[in-house]
């Protein structure tokens, strides 16, 4: 019965997003004592299904005095759990205000990070505002920009503690559509790389983006008529359309101090990317981030409270 | 039993794409003396049921005697019935040299259209060819761009009787990934449009390209943020795809005589993007096209077999 002889954690940390529910038994020095993951994700969730989830996940973490549990990401969405509010940048990532979840079970305290808005360009974000936040609890006075790649990449300036403004690409998604249900799955394997390849493409369509729509196509056509390889074809799509993000994003990393959050090999790529341009950026980890900013929920939340 | 009544036909066009197979009966002049359809697109079958597909949608229309069939579109795939190789443009769009079909019922005489390729940029078409042709035909002499809208839009430059070169934009194939597939889903309908904001999309898209993939999720934040209707949001999306678009094909229609050939909705949709660039297109039908395309390739058969 390794529960009963396991500390109860001083709070909990919750990564709630769409497909995985991450919880992290923490001490009061934001040490991290247990963690735990299931696939009950937002997406998959009614409102009134969350408190259970929660429980199956971190119940046998829970004492007989209620819990603070901090949950950061799509649980705060307007069909999760209970919406969360955006703040309008610039703002601080974690201004405070936190929204608390309804629940039934005594021991639980459920506290949601609200996500961050943007009025023009409109844009939002939800979850990468912990990890913004993390990293700037990790590097005190941070001035540059912080970029976030995954399915919905974010690239936010932030400055003075604030986040001045943000934008996201869609290169994530576009890339999977078309990798996976558009006739360029024909050409593409899930796994193999060419990096000559994908620099010069990152590097064509940088200067040239307007090709980006039309040069989809070739993909196809050069495995068709020149016998072109799986593996030259994906690293092609990555490039064309990291070329054409980069392209959007100029404003964002030129001339700036970068740092990468997100998934190991993904910031790595995204981190060769901007080197071609020559920019240096560094890859900091997304969960230490995440629990970073997280942490740093906690202590907002406990000094409201005190 | 009106098969009994009907005068059998010269020859059988047939339109045979990935989805649809389209059969015209035609008399010598080139008049359709009757039409069918089925759903047994080239994607639904292996090579060897081809034969009896076609033989279900017109074998009440063959006599004693064999009947030339002649078919352009997927059908000639290398995934299809069999594989009709494409030539290399500049290239006449039909330049001869139809594949036969193998075929089991003696009643049956069935050639092929090929496609056309372009070594650099690497493209490929197959059907479009056909229609082409059908407007070559029905317009001796043109000398200017051929559009032809849909999920992989053509843009063929013709001059002389010869395509000289084109260009395939993934436009209607993303168009439609991202408004049933992508996080946009939630802020489009099938149906609506807002015509002021399809048109200011793509004079800002033609002259900022570089912004496709970041403006794309703005689309969804300002539903969020804003209360974006669907139907703004689904003329905005269209609007900055045919906008990348025409900045990636701009040394197509710039300054050129312009034909578009599509499904008359989509073809109208060009055809406004076009003339805000003061480019007045014409519309071609695209039936008629096909069917000019397929008669001119059944004269060449019947005159290499005279």
């Known amino acids: 019965m390794p529960e009963q002889d396991m500390t109860k954690p001083d709070w909990i940390a919750v ?14 020095a934001g040490d991290v004592l247990d963690r735990t993951a299931s696939d009950e994700g937002m997406g998959r969730l009614k409102p009134v299904e969350f408190e259970a989830a929660l429980l199956r996940c971190v119940g046998h973490w829970l004492g007989d005095r209620p819990t603070s549990v901090v949950a950061c990401g799509m649980v705060g969405a307007r ?15 974690l201004p405070g205000g936190f929204t608390m979840a309804p629940t039934g079970d005594p021991r639980l ?33 941070f001035d540059g920009v912080i970029c976030l790649p995954g399915t919905h ?3 936010a300036h932030v400055t003075g503690g604030e986040v001045v403004s943000f934008l996201t690409v869609m290169s994530g998604e576009i890339f999977d559509l078309l ?11 899930a796994e ?23 040069r989809l196509f070739s993909i196809r056509a050069s495995g068709l008529l020149h016998g072109t390889g799986a593996a030259e074809a994906r690293a092609t799509l990555s490039g064309l359309l990291i ?7 100029r404003p964002y990393w030129l ?40 942490a740093a929920a906690q202590r907002l939340i406990a000094g409201a409270e005190a």
Chains 1, 2 share one sequence.
Not at 15 to 28: C, I
Not at 179 to 189: D, G, N
Not at 259 to 286: N, W
């Open 15 to 28: 990564d709630w997003g769409t497909t995985r529910l991450r919880a992290y038994a923490m001490s009061a």
């Open 79 to 93: 069909q999760g759990w209970r919406e969360a509010p955006y703040a309008a940048v610039p703002t601080a990532p």
């Open 109 to 141: 305290r459920v506290q949601i990070v609200g996500g961050l808005s943007q009025a023009r360009p409109a844009d939002v974000m939800r979850g990468e505002e912990t990890q913004i936040a993390g990293a700037i609890a990790a590097q005190p006075g």
């Open 153 to 155: 990449t974010k690239w």
């Open 179 to 189: 990798s996976h249900q558009s006739v360029l799955r024909h050409s593409l394997t």
């Open 192 to 214: 193999g790389w060419d990096e000559t390849a994908f620099a010069a493409e990152v590097a064509e369509t940088l200067s040239r983006p307007e090709r980006l729509t039309a």
């Open 243 to 249: 070329g054409a993000e980069l392209a959007a994003a």
């Open 255 to 294: 001339g700036r101090d970068v740092a990468l959050i997100g998934a190991p090999a993904l910031a790595a790529t995204y981190g060769r990317a901007l080197a071609l341009q020559g920019v240096a950026a560094r890859i900091l980890d997304a969960e230490a981030m995440t629990l970073s900013g997280l």
